[in-house]
T-cell receptor
Framework: AQRVTQPEKLLSVFKGAPVELKCNYSYSGSPELFWYVQYSRQRLQLLLRHISRESIKGFTADLNKGETSFHLKKPFAQEEDSAMYYC?????????????FGKGTHLIIQP | ETGVTQSPTHLIKTRGQQVTLRCSSQSGHNTVSWYQQALGQGPQFIFQ???????GRGNFPPRFSGLQFPNYSSELNVNALELDDSALYLC????????????FGSGTRLTVV
């Protein structure tokens, strides 16, 4: 069965410092990996997906199949990055397109 | 273009009762998924509906059931409510099966007492 692990419940960094939110997954097959973000009082929204290989709001994430990781990184944190971040994967091979989420990491950027 | 709307926003039910939660999908979206998010946890996939049929299901018992209507709106029904059913229920729609562009609603907060 697929599983997503986000080891940090809370991560606090200072503005301007680098940020790395960790995500590890277990899955037998070819998963698609995503990062979702939820800002205070807003809905869950897609931040980025590994297939797109794009940078959104300065964030990037590289899928490392050898380490089964999909860590989210940003070189210089900004206060508006404070939010709840969820790593998720999807089974791509028939059946339902249900996302499997990690428990989330609460990122706090201190001024 | 309207987003995903869910109703009600909050409700309180007694153990053993039944509840129906509603979701209007984003305009142009024909696939709806439901998730349960317990406090301090990530969302958990309940099931997905496509063209009014259940397309797949997570690890939830049969007392969790759903419907999708011709206008692609959807309902989540939970029978014989248990205290552990207390959670935020999220609806997400996408433009087609296999599309990864999920749009989430704000959720319904269900409290079972």
């Amino acid at each position: 069965a697929q599983r997503v692990t986000q080891p940090e419940k809370l991560l606090s960094v200072f503005k301007g410092a680098p940020v790395e939110l960790k995500c590890n997954y277990s899955y037998s097959g070819s998963p698609e990996l995503f990062w979702y973000v939820q800002y205070s009082r807003q809905r869950l929204q897609l931040l980025l997906r590994h297939i797109s290989r794009e940078s959104i709001k300065g964030f990037t994430a590289d899928l490392n199949k050898g380490e089964t990781s999909f860590h989210l990184k940003k070189p210089f944190a900004q206060e508006e990055d404070s939010a709840m971040y969820y790593c998720a994967l999807i089974y791509s091979g028939g059946g339902a397109d249900g996302l499997t989420f990690g428990k989330g990491t609460h990122l706090i950027i201190q001024p | 273009e309207t987003g995903v709307t869910q109703s009600p926003t909050h409700l309180i039910k007694t153990r053993g009762q039944q509840v129906t939660l509603r979701c209007s999908s984003q305009s142009g979206h024909n696939t709806v998924s439901w998730y349960q998010q317990a406090l301090g946890q990530g969302p958990q996939f309940i099931f997905q509906y496509y063209r009014e049929e259940e397309n797949g299901r997570g690890n939830f018992p049969p007392r969790f059931s759903g419907l999708q209507f011709p206008n692609y709106s959807s309902e989540l029904n939970v029978n014989a409510l248990e205290l552990d059913d207390s959670a935020l229920y999220l609806c997400a729609s996408s433009s087609s099966l296999g599309s990864r562009g999920y749009t989430f609603g704000s959720g319904t907060r269900l409290t079972v007492v």
